[in-house]
């Protein structure tokens, strides 16, 4: 896949007020500070359209980006899509009201969105496996929500840290999934998992239209 075109669209306080659900669409989500406005920006190959923070929480509403995309560079069989930056979970630095409201504000969109395909979970590969984390995913199972697990910033620990923390994170899941999703592994910094991800949305787009 070839992104031609990534413009930011509209940001929502809830989900009645997103844009029409008439195209696909590709969520991204994961605890505060896990490197989610790097990633994107990196899929799209714009290093100024998610703004990145060092403070956790800058992501506050739900944010659309158009998107328009070619099988190839140079090819002329366009597909659009929306890619969704969702605010993140866990230890922002907000009243505990506020917390409830995000919450309340993400469930809803992942649940009532119609024309959400996937969901992309952003997990530090750095760390042990967080519980945070896996509360988050299994949540989504219950929902019956697709989603792939994205181990983020694997450049920022050696490798074998990460296969570890990642196999830990498989592991405890492991222990009431049956069948796990799929996982990516990726790096903003080197474009590692790039293409798979692009692929997976590739993939899933001509699925959709068939």
């Known amino acids: 896949m070839h992104i031609s075109k990534a413009v930011y669209l509209i940001s929502s306080p809830e989900v009645d007020k997103c844009p029409k659900a008439d195209r696909p669409e590709y969520a991204f989500i994961g605890r505060s500070n896990v490197g989610k406005s790097s990633l994107i920006n990196m899929l799209c190959k714009n290093q100024k359209l998610a703004k990145t923070s060092g403070s956790p ?19 002329k069989d366009f597909s659009q899509w929306y890619l969704v930056d969702l605010p993140g979970y866990g230890f922002a630095k907000v009243s505990l009201n506020q917390r409830r409201q995000w919450e309340k504000m993400i469930e809803n969109y992942l649940r009532k969105r119609e024309n959400l395909v996937m969901v992309f979970v952003l997990i530090d590969s750095r760390h042990e496996p967080q519980e945070l984390d896996l509360e988050f995913v299994n949540q989504l199972g219950e929902w019956e929500i697709p989603f792939t697990m994205v181990f983020t910033k694997s450049d920022k620990e050696n490798q074998r840290t990460v296969a570890k923390n990642i196999r830990s994170f498989l592991d405890a899941m492991r222990e009431t999934w049956q069948f796990l999703p799929a996982h990516v592994v990726t790096s903003a910094i080197k474009q590692t998992g790039r293409d798979k991800i692009l692929n997976i949305i590739s993939e899933l787009n001509q699925q959709t239209s068939e």
């Open 57 to 75: 929480g800058k992501t506050q509403l739900i944010n659309h980006f158009e998107i328009t995309s070619t099988s190839k560079e140079g090819m």
